[in-house]
């Protein structure tokens, strides 16, 4: 399914169907209540680390001057806060189509879930 978008809905079914005991309703909320959790760990400026796909972190940046390419025109670049990822060996060796010697239980994507 190479271009699509994983979506919420596509998490929700992922989890509905990988659990077959839960109902749509009490799916959505582990898919809702995951992702407020991690949002409010990184609004707090927690680093969330999920183990086998990779970390997420907050970085502040300083105020610095930029400039624009073409004109050479300098503009100051406010300081800020940015989200960085960093991806797990993992999920590095996954996407470059490597087989992981550590990994006892293989990756499935969502989408191959979804489409089973």
Request: glycine share 6%; charged share 25%.
């Amino acid at each position: 399914m190479a271009g699509k978008t994983v979506t919420r809905a596509d998490l929700l079914e992922a989890v509905y169907e990988c659990c077959h005991g839960l109902s749509r309703a009490q799916a959505r909320e582990i898919v809702e209540i995951s992702l407020e959790e991690i949002c409010s760990a990184l609004e707090g400026g927690e680093a969330v680390k999920l183990r086998g796909f990779g970390s997420f972190s907050v970085r502040a940046k300083t105020a610095r001057v930029g400039r624009n390419p073409r004109t050479r025109e300098e503009f100051p670049i406010t300081a800020r806060r940015v989200l960085t990822f960093k991806a797990s060996p993992r999920l590095i060796a996954l996407v470059n189509g490597e087989a992981d010697p550590d990994a006892a239980q293989p990756f499935v994507s969502v989408a191959q879930r979804v489409s089973a």
